[in-house]
């Protein structure tokens, strides 16, 4: 049996709308190997499906299916810290727990460039999966077919604080309530600063952290979907926060935070729980530069 580490992933990071990405030192882990049936247990109290549309098995078995390979059953065991719902990457974790553990299974005759591809057409957008995949900061351009990827690494003394609430925002909610269409004006606002975010996080320039995540794409309308998102936000930069951003879709808020600010996520903490949010839990996170591997 093969074991695999899946880092959680945030997407966007403000202005970069299905473009940008990056991996966060919180992992899920996932266990498999060849089986005659389907057989599939969640190793901790998450509710997963046990079945074929249980979504590490649809991925793993569309790998088999790219390589001419018939699958009749797999042995799997998932334990799924990442949070569901939560807009850091569970779906993408699984999609690329299955094609990483089916590719090494059959003796990985599937690229790096391969696996990235798969998976965003498994997914839609390559935003979670190549991060989860390949670690460090992505950039990358989903063509419909192939993903044009960059990765980074990045060795920063920054936190990525999640503050992560007590509610779910399914994707699909959050993608709905976006524009069909936007203005060149807002087009043009979101990627001079796309383009700012990756360049001062790599050179250190974090005063312009703050700009570069504003948005408006996806945060302004995905903000009444998350109540006390705004006060939140106020929150962390009250207590030093470099920039704070809506991850993926959703509803969780990520402050990025100098590594030197020891006391953020307590303060964080008191303060929420002062005014009234105690359901929203705090946890200090890094860049992941390794992505998924097997341990």
């Not at 991996?23 to 074929?52: C, F, G, H, Q, R």
């Not at 553990?101 to 990235?116: H, I, M, Q, R, S």
């Not at 979907?225 to 809506?246: K, S």
Request: hydrophobic share 40%; proline share 4%; charged share 20%.
């Amino acid at each position: 049996m093969i074991k695999i580490q899946i880092p959680a992933t945030s997407a966007n990071l403000g202005a970069g709308f299905d473009a940008l990405g990056l991996a966060l030192t919180y992992y899920n882990y996932v266990s498999m190997e060849e089986s005659d049936t389907i057989d599939i247990k969640s190793l901790d109290n998450v509710d997963v499906p046990t079945d074929e549309k249980n979504l590490i098995y649809i991925s793993a078995k569309d790998l088999f299916n790219v390589c001419g390979k018939n699958i009749s059953g797999l042995k799997i065991r998932q334990t799924n810290n990442i949070p569901m719902a939560r807009g850091m990457g569970s779906s993408s974790a699984c999609i690329v727990a299955g094609l990483v553990g089916a590719n090494e299974l059959l003796g990985n005759p599937l690229t790096a460039d391969d696996l990235v591809d798969l998976a965003a057409q498994i997914e839609g957008h390559p935003d979670n999966t190549a991060p989860a995949l390949l670690g460090g900061i992505v950039t990358a351009v989903f063509d419909g077919k192939k993903v044009h990827w960059v990765k980074q690494e990045v060795y920063t003394k920054l936190k990525f604080v999640t503050i992560v609430p007590d509610f779910e925002l399914k994707t699909e909610k959050a993608r709905a309530c976006l524009p069909t269409e936007v203005s060149h004006k807002d087009a043009v606002y979101n990627l001079s600063r796309a383009a700012l975010f990756s360049s001062s996080l790599l050179t250190g320039k974090f005063e312009n952290l703050r700009t570069a995540v504003h948005d408006k794409l996806h945060q302004p309308y995905r903000m009444a979907l998350i109540p006390n998102a705004r006060e939140v936000f106020d929150i962390a930069y009250n207590h030093g926060a470099y920039a704070a951003y809506i991850s993926g879709a959703g509803p969780t808020i990520i402050a990025i935070v100098d590594e030197d600010n020891k006391y953020f996520s307590g303060k964080m903490k008191f303060s929420l729980d002062n005014a009234g949010l105690n359901g929203w839990q705090v946890n200090e996170y890094h860049i992941d530069n390794d992505g998924t591997k097997l341990i």
